[in-house]
């Protein structure tokens, strides 16, 4: 159980184009999913929270125009990266936590590339 | 704020060893703390945490972390380290409020044959 996947695993696009990615709970209905950003050989930054039903939560510093979070359904995410550019390029991880869980696990997607060119 | 140290980049074990991955932390309040590994162009995978209860807390894969509060760490313990447990290990804690994870800088496990 707990699983969450993501979509695509990887994408190369042009720069200027935008990129969508989804986040999927598979198993489990995910009220709050959460976006990461990694880059090589670094830790995982906290890009926003996203809330099923309602606006997401950026941390301080990411543009939220560039970077559209959706969170229509408890089981799917999406983190569109607008108008990308090279300096967008990294690994996009989410996380999803299970409704109603009193533990606050987050379980991870695998990741998806971006390069942008 | 919330923060999480990971002081060694790189740790490096011989097969059949204990392996120890140091993490402290600095919360308010009650923490919640967590263990991942991540291998190679992957996701995180899940190995343990500690919520409340027994200090010792054991998990997936033989790992095991321990919770001192005095000493507000968290480190990661195994007790004879296998190759396939290679990979980077990330420590995070529990943000108070967003309910987010804050993350370690992270670990390389290096267990050498």
């Known amino acids: 159980g707990a699983v969450v996947s993501q979509h695509p695993s990887w994408v190369i696009c042009k720069s200027g184009t935008s990129v969508k990615i989804e986040c999927r709970s598979l198993?489990?209905?995910?009220?709050?999913m959460f976006w990461y950003r990694q880059f090589p050989k670094q830790s995982l930054m906290l890009m926003a929270t996203?809330?099923?039903?309602?606006?997401?939560?950026?941390e301080q510093g990411v543009e939220k125009d560039k970077f559209l979070i959706n969170h229509a359904s408890l089981t799917l995410s999406t983190l569109t990266v607008t108008s990308a550019h090279p300096e967008d390029s990294s690994f996009y991880i989410c996380?999803?936590?299970?409704?109603?869980?009193?533990?606050?696990?987050?379980?991870f997607g695998p990741g998806t590339r971006l390069l942008v060119l | 704020a919330q923060s999480v140290a990971q002081p060694e980049d790189q740790v490096n074990v011989a097969e059949g060893n204990p392996l120890t991955v140091k993490c402290t932390y600095s919360?308010?309040?009650?923490?919640?703390l967590f263990w991942y590994v991540q291998y190679p162009n992957r996701g995180l995978q899940f190995l343990l945490k500690?919520?409340?209860?027994?200090?010792l807390v054991k998990g997936s894969y033989g790992f095991e972390a321990e919770f001192n509060k005095s000493q507000t760490s968290f480190h990661l313990k195994k007790p004879s380290a296998l190759v396939s447990d290679s990979a980077l290990y990330f420590c995070?804690?529990?943000?108070?409020?967003?309910?987010?994870?804050?993350f370690g800088s992270g670990t390389r496990l290096q267990v050498q044959p």
């Open positions: 996380s999803a936590r299970a409704w109603r869980d009193p533990q606050e696990t987050q379980y």
């Open positions: 198993d489990f209905q995910a009220t709050t």
């Open positions: 996203s809330n099923e039903g309602s606006k997401a939560t950026y």
């Open positions: 919360v308010s309040g009650n923490p919640y």
């Open positions: 500690y919520i409340t209860g027994d200090n």
């Open positions: 995070a804690v529990m943000r108070a409020g967003r309910r987010a994870l804050t």
